[in-house]
């Protein structure tokens, strides 16, 4: 089999020595090595997690297939203290937001849909942006790398999990979505990615200009826009347009060193 043709599932059913024998074969491939192979837990029980290192970086073997990306809003029952926190901070900060927290989410949030898509091997860490933005896809090129698409990025950030965050559905109290701390944004994520991690340093670019994932530069945070809405930049389907906006405008030829890109290696 292709090494490109790994679906998640088939990745799921595998023991950990042939997991590990295929993670070793698509590291070869790619000019790479594995590091190691290891279970990592997931919202839908244990899940292999492979590193693999190439030219100095790490990289995290991403199975594809046909999965489900994206978040559905309509069948979202926010937490108790979701619920309060946008009603006592978001709408009594005199923001404008709509007064169902629904219609907040259907605005960053893209809707659920079925992608097809190719195993790859994206790299663990995101790079800060060496380039202005027109520019990093040629850059990656040159590298033998490129960026991931929206529906990559989202696939690779959720791992299948169709809950708000990667690590589950509400946010953790007492620690906040940047500086440091403790947290489950914090930890790797089912595939071994660090990734979604604060709001201020992981916003990151994709191969669409309008779709800017991973944080939102601190703009919720600096507004005081209130809890829930400073942990919405860290969901996993969350694209606020605003601030693909923000990078790819005026703004972002001066900013542009506060966004990332993670580099994505094809497999054969």
């Known amino acids: 089999m292709p090494h490109a043709d790994l679906t998640l599932a088939r990745w799921r059913a595998l023991d950990a020595a042939s997991a590990e024998r295929f993670a070793r074969e698509a590291a070869r491939g790619a000019g790479g090595r594995l590091l190691r192979l290891d279970p990592a837990p997931h919202t839908e029980g244990a899940l292999h997690r492979a590193l693999i290192e190439r030219d100095g970086e790490r990289y995290a073997l991403v199975p594809g297939g046909e999965v489900t990306v994206g978040f559905d809003v309509d069948g979202w029952q926010p937490l108790p203290e979701q619920l309060a926190s946008y009603r006592e901070e978001s709408l009594a900060g005199g923001f404008g937001f709509e007064d169902d927290p629904?219609?907040?989410l259907a605005r960053i949030m893209t809707p659920r849909r079925t992608v097809a898509l190719p195993a790859v091997l994206m790299a663990v860490e995101p790079r800060k942006l060496p380039e202005l933005p027109a520019l990093v896809s040629a850059f990656f090129a040159g590298q033998g790398l490129?960026?991931?698409g929206p529906d990559?990025?989202?696939h690779a950030c959720g791992a299948g999990a169709g809950t708000l965050f990667r690590w589950g559905g509400g946010f953790p109290s007492g620690v906040s979505p940047y500086g440091g701390g403790t947290g489950p944004h914090l930890l790797p994520n089912a595939f071994g990615l660090h990734i979604?991690?604060?709001?201020y340093e992981s916003a990151e670019m994709t191969s669409d200009p309008?779709?800017?994932y991973?944080?939102?530069?601190?703009e919720a945070a600096c507004g005081g826009y209130g809890t829930l809405l400073e942990w919405l930049p860290l969901a996993t389907a969350n694209r606020?347009?605003?601030?693909a906006d923000f990078l790819h405008g005026p703004e972002g030829e001066d900013m542009f060193a506060d966004f990332t890109a993670r580099p994505v290696i094809d497999l054969d």
Not at 240 to 243: A, E, K, L, R
């Open 102 to 104: 629904r219609a907040h």
């Open 146 to 148: 490129r960026l991931p």
């Open 152 to 154: 990559e990025w989202e």
């Open 196 to 199: 979604a991690f604060d709001v």
């Open 210 to 212: 309008g779709s800017v």
């Open 214 to 218: 991973g944080g939102d530069g601190g």
């Open 240 to 243: 606020n347009p605003h601030t």
